[in-house]
């Protein structure tokens, strides 16, 4: 927490030019950022997965190009919640081409 706290004294000193600034590059930092999806090195091959569970996106929008309804998704998944699968949805979206390759690696395997 060290580095917030210099953070904080260094906005304290700052103008708001340069906050404005500040603002700019956290935005674009976090903006690709999806809440509720991560890749993390050693879980599921660092494949995109719904956070608190080792589910990855490419599994739920399979299962969706399959036939299987978000009702069906959240009764074969008791840990998802209807905000994960909108998360995966979104993710998907945006990185449709990662997602896509990832179903055909899997059904080659």
Known sequence: MDVLKEAEKLLATMTRAEKAQVLQWV?????????????LPGVSGGE??????R????V???????GMSEAE???????LRAEDL????AYYRSHKDEIE???LDN???
């Open 73 to 79: 998704l959240l009764q074969a998944y008791p840990t």
């Open 27 to 39: 935005v674009q930092d976090l903006g690709d950022a999806f809440p509720g999806i991560e890749s």
């Open 55 to 58: 589910i990855p996106v490419w």
């Open 101 to 103: 390759y990832q179903i």
């Open 48 to 53: 995109p997965c719904i956070v608190r569970t």
């Open 86 to 89: 909108t998360n995966a949805w």
């Open 107 to 109: 059904e080659a395997a």
């Open 60 to 66: 739920l929008v399979q299962a969706r190009h399959l």
